[in-house]
């Protein structure tokens, strides 16, 4: 029989494929999607998820730093490119690759200004990103007359999207808050309409926003997390499929008897004698010490295994006493069939940050199935 022999994570095309139509389904037909592939596409591949992307039809891709959108391009990306925080030193590049910049200070607004009109540019295209309680990153209400009248004198740029971010889209019980957003955001496009491009994209909705919120719906969403498998709430998660599964082969059995310890610090110690299983990934492939000791659950032959004593750097162990296996049997860490909120039993943390950990030292392996 062959045996994978090392650590992997799967990029699954067809999980991608599904929860890109389920985004769809939520949507009206004319909605554009901006498919946000920021952070090697939430812990995947930029590139492979964005050609994806752009073959099913997306509108836009986003990623945050300049740096990401000159990858894709590169790589041969041609659709529209938001860049969510772009960084004054790489300037020249978004020019240089047709890169759009979300634009959320006055500062930024006056270097961009200056670069552009030193090289003599008009018309660039800027999204215009306006802070409705987020407190993160934005114009606030206060600066929209001095937004306008940057806005008006300056032949530079050309306003072609107007946005904001929800903040709490995914909790039921934040509800009146983020329809006060809504509100908030509805208002400053009317504000700035009369100085944006004919062409206006106005967009607001993350995942959750585009899985809880039809009304905020505007020109066009950001679909991150949910087209890699996850919402922000069990109800969000449960019609969609991970895309990412992270599999590593057993590297060594063995069995140990009550009072024997397992990994450094002894942080384990058999209460009664127990089949112990090394896997070979640690904290330096993402799998963070904090599921150590219990918080972390892996799956194998169908059962599930917990992970004992403290995660190392290259290997943990996990106790598959009750589990039929031998040594270079595959083990499920999370993704289709044991989900990244499986792993996390504790909710130590999200999803997010689990997928997105997930180093450049794993191999990434296409599937499409
Ligand atoms: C990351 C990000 C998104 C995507 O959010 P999800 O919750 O993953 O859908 C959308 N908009 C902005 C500005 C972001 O930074």
């Known amino acids: 029989m062959h045996k994978p022999l090392e650590t992997r994570l799967e990029i699954n095309l067809s999980a991608l494929k599904h929860n890109f139509e389920v985004i769809k389904s939520h949507l009206k037909s004319e909605t554009k999607i ?27 891709l986003a990623v945050a730093y300049i740096e990401e959108g000159v990858r894709l391009r590169k790589g041969g990306i041609q659709c529209p490119i938001l860049i969510f925080y772009p960084q004054l030193e790489e300037l020249s590049q978004l020019l240089e690759f047709d890169l759009t910049p979300s634009v959320y200070s006055f500062y930024f607004l006056k270097s961009l200004h200056q670069n552009l009109k030193h090289q003599s540019v008009k018309g660039f295209p800027i999204h215009l990103k306006i802070n409705t309680g987020m407190n993160r990153l934005g114009f606030d209400k206060h600066q929209f007359e001095d937004v306008k009248t ?25 509800k ?7 509100q908030s955001f509805q208002s400053a496009v009317k504000v700035f309409e009369a100085y944006a491009s004919h062409d206006l994209t106005t967009h607001l909705c993350n995942s959750s926003g585009i899985l809880n919120y039809a009304e905020a719906e505007m020109d066009m969403v950001r679909a991150g997390i949910a087209l890699y498998g996850y919402g922000n709430h069990p109800k969000e998660h449960k019609m969609l499929k991970p895309v990412a599964s992270l599999k590593t082969p057993i590297a060594q059995l ?8 397992v990994g450094y ?5 058999a209460q009664s004698k127990r089949q112990i299983a090394t896997l ?13 000791n219990g918080n972390g659950i892996v799956k194998l032959h169908g059962k599930i295994a917990p992970i004992v004593g403290n ?17 270079g049997d595959e083990v499920l860490i999370f993704g289709e069939g044991h989900s990244a909120l499986d792993f996390d039993i504790n909710q ?22």
Not at 280 to 292: K, N, V, W
Not at 311 to 327: G, K, Q
């Open 176 to 182: 009146r808050f983020s329809l006060e957003q809504i």
């Open 348 to 369: 130590l943390s999200i999803p997010y940050e689990l997928i997105t950990r997930i180093s450049q030292r794993v191999s990434r392996i296409v599937i499409d199935k």
């Open 311 to 327: 995660v190392c750097m290259d290997t943990l162990m996990v106790d598959v006493t009750d589990i039929n296996c031998e040594e």
């Open 34 to 60: 901006m498919g946000v592939v920021k952070a090697y596409a939430y812990g995947s591949d930029s590139l492979i998820i964005g050609k994806a992307l752009q073959d099913l039809g997306v509108s836009y």
């Open 280 to 292: 070979p990934l640690g904290y330096a492939d993402g799998i963070s010490r904090i599921y150590g």
């Open 254 to 261: 063995r069995w140990i008897v009550k009072g024997d310890s």
């Open 265 to 269: 610090d002894r942080k384990y110690k």
């Open 150 to 174: 940057c806005l008006s004198d300056r032949q530079t740029l050309k306003l072609k999207g107007i946005f904001s971010h929800l903040a709490a889209a995914g909790m039921p019980n934040e």
